[in-house]
């Protein structure tokens, strides 16, 4: 009923705060795992007396050789030092059409043209950097999604060519913040959605003849059927050296593919190495391989059913139901017994991570990445899908593919990248974190199989409430009286004890209930300055066993409590209330954004600034906050972030902006706790 009356999306997102929670798989096998005296294995004990043991998750590596110093070694082509600077040179100014509209001309747009070449303006910066950043994920992925990316966009540019030479009008595709978040998907952003008869083979169709005839059949498809799907505007409208940038991307473009001429599968080395572990190393138990992008799970599909595996299946965003796969996949854990030994059972299923959520695959143990995201989180979901109740393996195998002579060359690749990317003018962020020095040594880790690598870390996912409640629930299990005599306990109580170690200073550890009833922790030393606002980490500090001893409290006690309220009432203005729970896309955009705001406010725009107070005050659209939960995900670095945020704004689609009347309360000081370092001074 409350929510029928209320006119705030926020007031739900309250309500699931409340009553949801978050806990890790590390958080519970720390907390509520049992331990199996005679095998010494963790487990959870349920109800009905089942256990249910939690896996080792063993990281391995398998080694492919590369020479590029041999010229046959196809693979080896694309991590040479031509074909990174083939791409950061390419202008993409397919991506960047705004910028090559005439000032002068003769010829005025229409209404339609002035509102379209006003939207390719705005977000003709941030496709650039997408469009550069996925064709480099697309070079780490696999050869072929590389060359298939790139003679699409070689395609797609003799189109605007066709369009040029014969005075028609251009087709514009979506380039707005959809386009933006469909970077993230697994699809191809340069698919061309043409009739069937329209064959694309880049092998045999690159000479600029055949891509002149094909562009030509292609456009007028297009303009004859499909032209309700496009934007529209005259090339007439466009500066001489907007042809003149299609044609040198062009022509960098068949450079590139000129390496795939005689490409043959079986010559992948990588490809090789995937039918060897599937035929000799694991050739009876199911095996889940992952990929990024939905080329390359095609190919591999085609190419592994040609060398007669059987049992098979490929599954990507276009697959119209993923789950009846993972159940043909996994038939036991999603509770179909008919389907197991039967023909419809799938041995070997091939995916981009459209199953890397949200879907019972632990029928099987084994899980392999054909290439390496370039944010962990995806790795961790990834063999998360299989390391689930009612696993009944030991250990969890997550493969990584690696080249024989080491992965120094890999690091050397994404950090050329990561630098060029920064140093291009046009580039303003990219839709994944790109690995930076401290993701080197997680490369180095998963290369060497360290154990432990694909365990989350227990306090990056965790939310307050839950690590708060646990706390409780450790105590009142120690001792249940407790129970009863906290609850009775009056406000503004307060303690002090000794430090952990004499490095830290004396403080104060202030637990407030703030004016809009959110909880909120604050650390203060003996000088009146912040340590800390970090919920978690003031939680551990407040830590006590039963037996930790209460002292006197410091001098200047309820002089820092009080500099420590006004510390909680900056921090819900800065990130309180308003911004709901702290794993909610609203809360981590605007940490996000503020830091980003300090660290660099000369990059500031006046339109973020306004972006930023109605995120502050006002509650996400739902498409806001589904577009922000995916690319926060993925790993989004600030800069394209903060372009994000001001091209949602900008197309209306950021918050529901209506009044909010506030009440004014008193905030309550809960409890507080001294601390004191180990030394002869207060």
């Known amino acids: 009923a409350a929510f029928e009356k209320s006119d705030f999306i926020d007031d739900w997102r309250e309500l699931m705060r409340l009553f949801l929670v978050r806990r890790t798989r590390s958080f519970i096998k720390k907390n509520y795992a049992l331990k199996d005296e005679e095998n010494g294995r963790d487990y959870l004990l349920f109800p009905n007396g089942k256990r249910s043991y939690f896996p080792d998750r063993i990281p391995k590596r398998i080694t492919y050789k590369n020479n590029t110093k041999l010229k046959y070694d196809q693979y080896a082509k694309f991590y040479t030092d031509a074909v990174v600077e083939a791409v950061n040179q390419m202008k993409l100014a397919r991506y960047g059409i705004g910028n090559y509209i005439k000032e002068n001309s003769i010829i005025r747009p229409t209404k339609d043209e002035d509102f379209i070449i006003e939207n390719l303006t705005r977000a003709g910066k941030r496709l650039i950097g997408f469009s550069r950043t996925n064709l480099f994920k697309r070079l780490e992925s696999s050869g072929y999604a590389f060359l298939f990316s790139a003679y699409r966009m070689l395609l797609r540019n003799y189109v605007f060519i066709y369009a040029i030479d014969n005075k028609r009008a251009i087709p514009i595709g979506s380039q707005d913040v959809n386009l933006l978040d469909n970077f993230n998907s697994d699809e191809d952003w340069e698919v061309l959605k043409v009739d069937d008869k329209v064959e694309i083979i880049f092998e045999n169709s690159n000479s600029p003849e055949k891509l002149e005839i094909l562009s030509s059949k292609i456009y007028n498809e297009m303009f004859t059927n499909q032209k309700k799907k496009y934007s529209w505007i005259r090339s007439e409208l466009f500066e001489s050296s907007f042809k003149r940038h299609l044609v040198e991307d062009c022509q960098k473009l068949a450079g590139i593919l000129q390496l795939a001429k005689g490409w043959q599968p079986e010559k992948d080395k990588q490809l090789n190495a995937l039918e060897n572990l599937l035929l000799e190393e694991h050739p009876h138990e199911k095996v889940i391989i992952f ?55 799938i041995r070997i299923i091939i995916s981009t ?50 080249p024989e002579e080491g992965i120094e060359k890999i690091i050397r690749l994404r950090q050329k990248l990561n630098r060029r990317l920064k140093e291009n003018a046009e580039v303003v962020g990219s839709d994944e974190r790109f690995f930076e020095q401290q993701d080197n040594r997680v490369l180095e880790n998963l290369y060497n199989e360290k154990s432990g690598i694909l365990d989350e870390d227990p306090e990056t996912e965790i939310d307050l409430a839950s690590y708060a409640y646990q706390i409780w629930k450790n105590a009142t299990d120690n001792n249940p009286k407790l129970k009863h005599k906290i609850p009775q306990m009056s406000d503004v109580q307060y303690s002090t004890k000794m430090m952990d170690t004499a490095l830290e200073k004396n403080g104060v550890l202030v637990y407030t209930k703030t004016a809009e009833n959110n909880d909120v922790l604050s650390w203060i030393d003996k000088d009146g300055t912040l340590i800390t606002q970090s919920q978690m980490n003031i939680l551990k500090a407040a830590e006590c066993n039963p037996k930790t001893k209460g002292l006197p409290k410091i001098s200047k006690h309820h002089e820092l409590v009080q500099i420590g309220v006004k510390a909680a009432h900056i921090l819900e203005k800065e990130a309180g209330g308003n911004l709901g729970r702290k794993n909610s896309a609203k809360f981590r955009t605007y940490m996000r954004i503020s830091e980003y705001h300090k660290k660099f406010p000369v990059l500031v725009s006046a339109e973020l600034k306004h972006a930023i107070d109605e995120l502050y005050q006002y509650p996400l659209t739902e498409y806001a906050k589904e577009v922000l939960n995916r690319q926060l995900k993925a790993g989004i670095e600030d800069e394209a972030l903060a372009n994000l945020l001001v091209l949602l704004r900008e197309e209306d689609n950021l918050c529901i902006i209506k009044e909010r009347k506030t009440v004014s309360k008193e905030p309550k000081i809960i409890c507080t706790m001294g601390l004191k370092a180990e030394t002869k001074n207060d």
Do not use: M
Request: with cysteine; proline share 4%.
């Open 353 to 402: 991570d459209v199953l890397s959520e949200g879907q019972n695959l632990q029928d099987a143990h084994i899980v392999l990445n054909y290439d390496l995201p370039w944010a962990l989180i995806r790795l961790v979901q990834r063999v998360g899908r299989v390391d689930r109740i009612g696993q009944k393996s030991q250990r969890i195998y997550s493969y990584f593919f690696f």
């Open 291 to 345: 990929t990024q992008f939905a080329d390359t799970a095609k190919y591999l599909f085609e190419q592994l059913e040609v060398r007669g595996i059987k049992k098979i299946a490929c599954v990507t965003g276009d697959t119209k139901n993923p789950t009846e796969y993972a159940h043909r996949f996994s038939p036991i854990s999603n509770e179909r017994p008919n389907i197991k030994n039967s023909k419809e059972e």
